[in-house]
């Protein structure tokens, strides 16, 4: 399909700057063909879509999900995290099947899609379902292993790793482990086996608290990042989700393995865990993508006010200037997919994938235009969403979904799917 987009404003994140682009994009067989002012023929379009002078810029990369914990929205609230898992979360999973995953992980792409995000980065269970999910909706899911003491093996992690990888040009796989904390040595040495293996990164959650921290330290000597480039997770890099307490070390580790960071403010917020320093992983030169994590800690799976909580709350700690808006948007758009291993939808340029999104500027909020990138992160909404499109495919514009689920139908079977478990827990 061959789509005109023009009257256009154009983002393209190619690095932490706010060049804006005037002018035209072209999309075909969901590439971009074209970004600027055209100098060639102008070919017959499928559809020409008049931006009106909107922002055109890369989709959001959620790069830390848990997608189908929309089931427990609102509901596992107002704990610290240990709690929170071993109280609500875990006995509630234990309930989900299949299917439930399949129908609860539509529903965050709805959420996606129409707050702007074009790729999430999920670690989650019954990967398969997930995969049959993006394949069904168009959405674009990286998946993470979550290999632990609770349930999956090396072996598990293999199969899944050659298979999902293997899957639809929409899927990918990642090796990955819920968290030190809930794995035991034998099991993580399988883990980095594999990374050696295939000359793969690793992913995990990580130093998430300060208790997390002290008990490795307590059990190994060592913080949870340099205990684990002990045993070699780190050797091909990998990624820390959360990353709030680092110790002095892990800084230099990070660097040299090339491990990313990415951010989760709300969840770490709302669980009490506490601020990541982003803005010494910046000044570091660690690379920071940004995250929602599930929506039974956050509870909205929005990237707006994810980057206003990563810029604000480095204001808070650090100062007025922390965490520039412009480098935050790149961290949004551009860094997630890098780690993601995205790197053909990491920016809007001729050859990347059209995994895009349109900004409306012709708001209250948006008026008027001193900054653009500026308005996105301070004062932009989910409201402010105009159109996602996702391999070139647009999946929603304007109020409208284009995917394969009737959102009422999904909203019924979120609130069946909760309504069983909760009366199966005597909740």
Not at 59 to 71: E, P, R, V
Not at 264 to 287: D, F, H
Request: proline share 4%; with cysteine.
């Amino acid at each position: 399909m061959k789509i005109r987009f023009y009257n256009a404003r154009i983002l393209p994140m190619q690095t932490a700057d706010d060049t804006v682009i005037h002018g035209e994009l072209w999309v075909e067989n969901g590439v971009i063909t074209l970004l600027g002012d055209p100098t060639e023929p102008r070919p017959t379009f499928d559809r020409e879509i008049d931006c009106e002078g909107n922002v055109l810029l890369p989709g959001f990369k959620n790069a830390h999900s848990h997608s189908a914990m929309t089931f427990l929205r609102s509901f596992a609230d107002d704990k610290p995290l240990h709690n929170w898992l071993h109280e609500d979360v875990f006995p509630m999973e234990a309930h989900l099947c299949g299917d439930d995953i399949y129908d609860l992980t539509k529903l965050a792409v709805l959420e996606y899609v129409s707050g702007g995000i074009t790729a999430a980065f999920d670690m989650y269970y019954h990967v398969d379902r997930i995969a049959q999910c993006a394949h069904d909706t168009g959405f674009r899911f990286v998946l993470c292993g979550a290999v632990n003491d609770f349930g999956g093996t090396g072996e598990s992690l293999r199969h899944d790793y050659e298979t999902m990888n293997r899957y639809d040009p929409l899927v990918s796989y990642r090796l990955g482990f819920h968290a030190e904390y809930t794995t035991n040595e034998s099991l993580l040495r399988d883990v980095a086996a594999l990374a050696e293996e295939y000359k793969a990164p690793v992913f995990t959650h990580l130093s998430e608290t300060a208790a997390e921290v002290e008990d490795c330290f307590r059990r190994t000597g060592m913080s949870p990042v340099a205990y684990l480039d002990s045993l070699g997770m780190f050797n091909y890099g990998g990624g820390g989700f959360h990353m709030v307490h680092p110790r002095v070390g892990d800084f230099e580790i990070m660097k040299r393995r090339g491990v990313y960071v990415c951010t989760n403010p709300g969840s770490n917020v709302k669980l009490s865990s506490g601020v990541a320093p982003i803005e010494e992983y910046y000044r570091a030169g660690i690379p920071v993508a940004i995250g929602t994590d599930g929506a039974a800690s956050n509870n909205c799976l929005d990237f707006f006010r994810e980057m206003f909580l990563v810029t604000g709350l480095q204001k808070l700690t650090v100062g007025a200037s922390a965490a520039d808006p412009v480098k935050v948007l790149h961290s949004a758009c551009s860094v997630g997919a890098k780690m993601m291993g995205l790197d053909d939808c990491d920016c809007l340029a001729v050859g990347k994938q059209a995994d895009l999104i349109m900004i409306d500027l012709k708001t209250p909020n948006m008026q008027p235009i001193n900054h653009i990138a500026k308005n996105i992160v301070y004062s932009g909404s989910k409201t402010n969403v105009a159109l996602t499109m996702i391999a070139g495919r647009i999946l929603y514009e304007r109020g409208t979904y284009a995917i394969d689920a009737d959102p009422e139908a999904v909203y019924a079977k979120a609130n069946e799917i909760i309504t069983r478990i909760r009366k199966q827990e005597g909740r």
